[in-house]
């Protein structure tokens, strides 16, 4: 049977690394689910430029689809895939465009910047996609016999009304005002919380060589949805089928076939402490800060594992500049305290580098990010001491917050 797929067909563009699609979370749920074999119809807004692109997307991937039209279509633009987006072109709420109107046995819908759209299912799965004040599945008069919600640990809190509530009792919280059979809350490293039939369960994150971060939250709906709605899957066997086919998203950038999921072999990451917000992992974040480029990097790393509760220590930060005596003591008691180390080494620092010999001298994990030196004589001692070395950005910051959890 056919799943309906509701949800924004928007520009993308990221610098690091190149990226230049037209996608956008209904976009890419519905090329996901239907390279995975079912049949889609994608429900969407377009104006006359995005509607070119979508009818090649279309023919692409073997879509259907059914369109309204808008004046211009959404944008967003990353400096890197981890990065807050610019979005231009979202139009105020007085000028969205009229609410598209669902009625279909299976339909997966996301939340929209320029439009909305109200559902009536037999099974229904929504991601409310709004980082500023997520919305009620049925606050515009949607309804579902069989409802699936998937948001994010920031989106359950708000939903609940629970800013500090943990991901089970939000999730409860939540399945009962809203009478979902299923909530799941995505939690990164940590994988995802399942309610379902009264009870949480926990599904995995699987590690991989590659992260790409743009659309992978779109994917793991979009896969969710058609393992519970066409495979018939118990809620939680679709959560970890999702979760498998996210992480060969996030590792390839391509869509999940049957075939290419077989044969696609990711590990499970086994978190030691799920209270990780509670008892954070300590991270030092070893690097340069003597230009604004040094110390815009340093800012970016901090803020994207803090983001996940890790505690980071920056030399930076916590303990700045000044002499020798002052400072090294510092930094050499920083290290003992820690339990692991993020650094960035482009430039070899030897400072950086000093660190990074000191650390795996204590035998603590070290996770280098180096753009430029990846594959030169340069880290090949890093290399010999059991470092994980990234060329990529975001990949890094993954990996350190996977040997967090795991560690």
């Given at each position: 049977?056919?799943?309906?797929?509701?949800?924004?067909?928007?520009?993308?563009?990221?610098?690091?690394?190149?990226?230049?699609?037209?996608?956008?979370?209904?976009?890419?749920?519905?090329?996901?689910?239907?390279?995975?074999?079912?049949?889609?119809?994608?429900?969407?807004?377009?104006?006359?430029?995005?509607?070119?692109?979508?009818?090649?997307?279309?023919?692409?991937?073997?879509?259907?689809?059914?369109?309204?039209?808008?004046?211009?279509?959404?944008?967003?633009?990353?400096?890197?895939?981890?990065?807050?987006?610019?979005?231009?072109?979202?139009?105020?709420?007085?000028?969205?465009?009229?609410?598209?109107?669902?009625?279909?046995?299976?339909?997966?819908?996301?939340?929209?910047?320029?439009?909305?759209?109200?559902?009536?299912?037999?099974?229904?799965?929504?991601?409310?996609?709004?980082?500023?004040?997520?919305?009620?599945?049925?606050?515009?008069?949607?309804?579902?016999?069989?409802?699936?919600?998937?948001?994010?640990?920031?989106?359950?809190?708000?939903?609940?009304?629970?800013?500090?509530?943990?991901?089970?009792?939000?999730?409860?919280?939540?399945?009962?005002?809203?009478?979902?059979?299923?909530?799941?809350?995505?939690?990164?490293?940590?994988?995802?919380?399942?309610?379902?039939?009264?009870?949480?369960?926990?599904?995995?994150?699987?590690?991989?060589?590659?992260?790409?971060?743009?659309?992978?939250?779109?994917?793991?709906?979009?896969?969710?949805?058609?393992?519970?709605?066409?495979?018939?899957?118990?809620?939680?066997?679709?959560?970890?089928?999702?979760?498998?086919?996210?992480?060969?998203?996030?590792?390839?950038?391509?869509?999940?076939?049957?075939?290419?999921?077989?044969?696609?072999?990711?590990?499970?990451?086994?978190?030691?402490?799920?209270?990780?917000?509670?008892?954070p992992k300590k991270v030092y974040l070893a690097g340069p800060f003597f230009h604004l480029g040094?110390?815009?990097?340093?800012?970016?790393?901090?803020?994207?594992?803090?983001?996940?509760?890790?505690?980071?220590?920056?030399?930076?930060?916590?303990?700045?500049?000044?002499?020798?005596?002052?400072?090294?003591?510092?930094?050499?008691?920083?290290?003992?305290?820690?339990?692991?180390?993020?650094?960035?080494?482009?430039?070899?620092?030897?400072?950086?580098?000093?660190?990074?010999?000191?650390?795996?001298?204590?035998?603590?994990?070290?996770?280098?990010?180096?753009?430029?030196?990846?594959?030169?004589?340069?880290?090949?001692?890093?290399?010999?001491?059991?470092?994980?070395?990234?060329?990529?950005?975001?990949?890094?910051?993954?990996?350190?917050?996977?040997?967090?959890?795991?560690?």
């Open positions: 049977m056919a799943i309906h797929v509701v949800g924004g067909f928007y520009e993308e563009r990221c610098t690091r690394p190149a990226w230049s699609h037209t996608f956008g979370s209904g976009g890419r749920a519905a090329a996901a689910i239907a390279t995975y074999g079912t049949e889609v119809i994608f429900h969407t807004y377009t104006s006359p430029k995005s509607q070119r692109y979508l009818e090649m997307v279309a023919a692409a991937y073997k879509l259907d689809i059914q369109t309204n039209s808008i004046e211009r279509a959404v944008a967003f633009s990353y400096l890197h895939d981890l990065a807050n987006p610019h979005i231009a072109h979202v139009p105020p709420a007085p000028s969205r465009a009229a609410p598209l109107q669902i009625q279909q046995d299976n339909v997966v819908r996301f939340g929209m910047l320029e439009g909305n759209a109200i559902v009536q299912a037999q099974w229904a799965v929504y991601d409310p996609q709004n980082q500023e004040a997520p919305v009620a599945f049925g606050a515009n008069g949607s309804h579902a016999k069989h409802l699936a919600l998937v948001l994010n640990s920031w989106e359950a809190q708000q939903m609940a009304g629970l800013p500090e509530g943990d991901a089970q009792t939000c999730a409860c919280k939540i399945a009962q005002e809203q009478h979902a059979e299923v909530v799941i809350i995505k939690q990164g490293a940590q994988g995802a919380l399942v309610w379902a039939n009264q009870r949480a369960t926990q599904v995995p994150a699987y590690r991989t060589q590659n992260v790409w971060k743009i659309g992978s939250g779109d994917c793991f709906v979009a896969y969710f949805a058609q393992a519970w709605m066409e495979q018939k899957l118990a809620p939680t066997v679709a959560a970890d089928f999702a979760s498998r086919a996210t992480a060969y998203y996030v590792d390839t950038k391509g869509f999940a076939t049957p075939e290419t999921l077989e044969t696609a072999h990711y590990p499970p990451i086994s978190p030691k402490n799920r209270q990780l917000p509670v008892v040094q110390i815009w990097l340093i800012e970016q790393a901090r803020t994207l594992l803090q983001s996940t509760g890790l505690q980071v220590i920056s030399p930076f930060h916590d303990i700045g500049l000044g002499t020798a005596e002052d400072v090294v003591p510092l930094d050499i008691q920083a290290i003992k305290d820690c339990d692991l180390v993020f650094a960035a080494v482009d430039g070899l620092d030897p400072g950086t580098i000093f660190e990074l010999g000191y650390a795996r001298s204590l035998d603590k994990p070290v996770v280098i990010y180096s753009e430029v030196q990846v594959g030169t004589e340069s880290l090949k001692m890093m290399q010999g001491t059991g470092c994980e070395i990234y060329a990529n950005f975001t990949t890094a910051i993954y990996a350190t917050r996977w040997r967090a959890v795991e560690s």
